[in-house]
């Protein structure tokens, strides 16, 4: 008992190894993790170009901002230096843009006249402002320049505008309007750090979101590689669930229609093994028969011989056509087979149809009547359009129950030829109509009421998809049936 224990862990164990060694199921959750990570990364990319965007947006908007302002309070201050009310604008212009004002002589540097960003008198902000280069700036910029300056009372730094606004005795006077960035350094640092913790809620809303994201559209895939693999294995019951994204739900449903397709195609290959197994061992049995026939006491008899011997050339002949067909199927469905195009009478080859139909005593007291206003020729494979026109008089012939009248007509349709075989047997159903041109198709309802092997229609189909012919059937059960083409 415990042997036996061991050894089915031990199988267990083998057909798990097994199963994983299959390629399809070494990392079963790779499209999964893919999609997340991919998800991921693309909103940390988003959330992180929105934040440097908005970041750089806001210094380079701020700096144009402030260099534009600064230069049109300058420029406004200049064109009322003189005045009568000069300094009383400067206090109103300096209080009402928050700036820093100062008139600055060339002479010893003298500071003649400063507002704070209050609009009241007082002493420079910053010695920093305007310094010693202040001078050598406005030399190399034609009296009017724009500059940063590092404010050393903070990590911040001042804005500053200098123009040239009067020359007394030789020493330029210069208007120096400034205002400090600490403000707006400070909401660049709250904004530096809101973004990043924004960042960090938005990765970890999107990993939760591309969780279930991708588990959503990359299950319904697992699922359906599962079944594939299943049905490669020749386990045609499995089913393909139809779930998740529109995509893999018409996935699933493509694929249980193609295993529904292959569960009638191997039921069909079942049945065809067996009618052709059974087509081949009759002939074969019936030869072997008249053979041991004609050595055990025929031989002596002539015509008993002779009627053996018929019988004998006959069977072969039937299995010899069973081959052919077979044969042509392949070759037909392959494109291997080449057609010869040729001109030729359609009455005539459907006369030679008709007269090999009754010389095999097939058509035994069948009246087949050939309507056609006049001789019309056509252009095609002569021997493939014969040997498509022989099965479908031969179907019609097996079909046509105690009717025994076939009517084929000749209609024309301008340059084209519309031929028409009509029966009036058993006729065949709406949703059998579809398959009778499937290859080894039989319908379940006649069983082993008429003999046929399922591929002489298949034959037909193959020939006129090469010609490309269209071609078709017109029944209802119990009528008969009219199989067309043309030509």
């Not at 693999?229 to 996935?251: N, W």
């Not at 079942?270 to 030869?287: C, E, G």
């Not at 199927?329 to 005539?348: A, C, D, K, V």
Request: aromatic share 12%; proline share 2%; charged share 20%.
């Amino acid at each position: 008992m415990k042997y036996n224990y061991l050894k089915n862990f031990y199988n267990r164990i083998q057909k798990k190894r097994e199963t994983w060694r299959n390629p399809t199921f070494k990392n079963p959750w790779q499209m999964r993790n893919g999609l997340w990570v991919g998800f991921l990364f693309f909103s940390a990319i988003a959330a992180l170009l929105f934040w440097v965007v908005l970041y750089m947006y806001f210094e380079v908007h701020y700096r144009r901002q402030v260099t534009d302002n600064l230069t049109n309070i300058a420029w406004e201050i200049t064109e009322q230096y003189g005045s009568s009310n000069f300094e009383q604008s400067i206090a109103i212009l300096a209080k009402t843009n928050h700036y820093f004002a100062q008139i600055i002589s060339e002479k010893d540097h003298k500071v003649l006249l400063s507002y704070t960003n209050e609009g009241t008198p007082g002493e420079p902000q910053s010695s920093q402002i305007a310094d010693e280069t202040l001078f050598s700036r406005l030399d190399e910029t034609d009296g009017y320049c724009f500059y940063y300056t590092g404010d050393s009372s903070s990590r911040s730094q001042w804005a500053v505008q200098a123009i040239v606004i009067a020359n007394e005795g030789g020493y330029r006077h210069v208007l120096v309007l400034s205002c400090s960035t600490a403000e707006i350094d400070m909401v660049k640092h709250m904004l530096f750090n809101r973004g990043g913790i924004s960042l960090a809620i938005v990765l970890a809303l999107s990993a939760v979101f591309a969780f279930f994201f991708s588990n959503f559209y990359a299950r319904p895939f697992r699922h359906l590689n599962d079944a594939a693999v299943l049905m490669a294995a020749g386990k045609f019951d499995t089913d393909f669930i139809q779930e998740g994204p529109q995509e893999a739900v018409q996935l699933a449903k493509t694929l249980n229609q193609a295993e529904k397709e292959f569960r009638a195609t191997e039921a069909l290959r079942r049945d065809f093994i067996a009618n052709i197994s059974h087509d081949m061992k009759t002939p074969l049995t019936v030869i072997r028969a008249y053979a041991e026939m004609i050595d055990a006491f025929s031989g002596e008899i002539p015509e008993k011989r002779t009627e053996h011997v018929e019988k004998i050339i006959g069977e072969t002949d039937r299995l010899t056509d069973l081959i052919n067909e077979l044969m042509d199927l392949s070759r037909l469905q392959s494109g291997t087979l080449q057609l010869h195009y040729e001109t030729f009478s359609i009455n005539g080859l459907i006369q030679t149809v008709i007269s090999r139909i009754r010389i095999k005593d097939m058509a035994e007291g069948f009246h087949i009547y050939l309507c056609a206003q006049r001789d019309y020729t056509v252009r095609a494979d002569r021997q493939l359009l014969l040997r498509a026109v022989y099965n479908l008089l031969h179907n019609a012939v097996k079909y046509s129950g105690s009717s025994k009248k076939i009517e084929i007509n000749l209609i024309p349709q301008g340059h084209e030829l519309l031929v028409q075989i009509t029966d009036h047997g058993i006729g065949i159903s709406t949703a059998e109509a579809p398959h009778i041109w499937d290859r080894f198709y039989r319908s379940p309802k006649l069983g082993s009421q008429i003999h046929g092997n399922g591929i002489g229609l298949n034959i037909v189909s193959e020939i006129f998809k090469n010609h490309h012919i269209p071609y078709g059937v017109e029944s209802k059960t119990g009528r008969g049936s009219t199989f067309w083409f043309i030509i």
